[in-house]
């Protein structure tokens, strides 16, 4: 089993605002899309909410404590040990909200943070990350152009053994 979180944070560390992404960069939503087509995608009810549909060609898991049933094409679990124990098995990839990220941080092997070098308002956080426990294995920049107005990087970050 492996677990990748990913996420686009600002400089601040802010992920989101009412419940939306604080900004537009096409060229991170394909990223997403590539690193997470064809895998299991775990993400918190609220996330889910933000969605207008389910994540086509992957398997949807959303963590709640409150939803009744699963949504037609996902997968409703209770708890993010209930997550990994029924679908890790092979390769996750944890998508938000911060509560879920902050559960996983701890269990990942991973991180994908795309790094939007702006600070912004926000209500929702990435879990502060210890500089100690990881190693940044690649920085690519972002291209900028007129639908990438904000300076970003792809960065991969890996557990320190």
Not at 100 to 122: C, F, M, N
Not at 130 to 143: K, Q, Y
Request: net charge negative; charged share 25%; with cysteine.
């Amino acid at each position: 089993m492996s677990i990748t979180l990913i996420a686009a944070v600002a400089d601040n560390g802010a992920i989101g605002l009412d419940n939306r992404l604080l900004w537009r960069l096409p060229a991170d939503m394909a990223y997403f899309k590539a690193q997470t087509i064809g895998k299991t995608v775990v993400i918190g009810r609220k996330t889910f909410e933000s969605f207008p549909r389910p994540l086509p060609d992957r398997l949807n898991v959303i963590v709640s404590r409150t939803m009744e049933e699963a949504p037609e094409g996902c997968r409703l679990v209770r708890s993010l040990a209930e997550a990994l124990e029924e679908y890790g098995s092979g390769d996750l990839m944890i998508a938000g909200g911060a509560d879920i990220y902050r559960q996983a941080l701890p269990k990942a092997d991973r991180l994908l943070i795309t790094e939007v070098h702006r600070s912004y308002e926000g209500d929702t956080f990435f879990p502060e990350m210890d500089p100690a426990e990881w190693v940044l294995i690649s920085r690519t920049p972002g291209v900028q152009d007129e639908k990438n107005t904000i300076p970003f990087d792809f960065c991969v970050y890996e557990r320190r053994r």
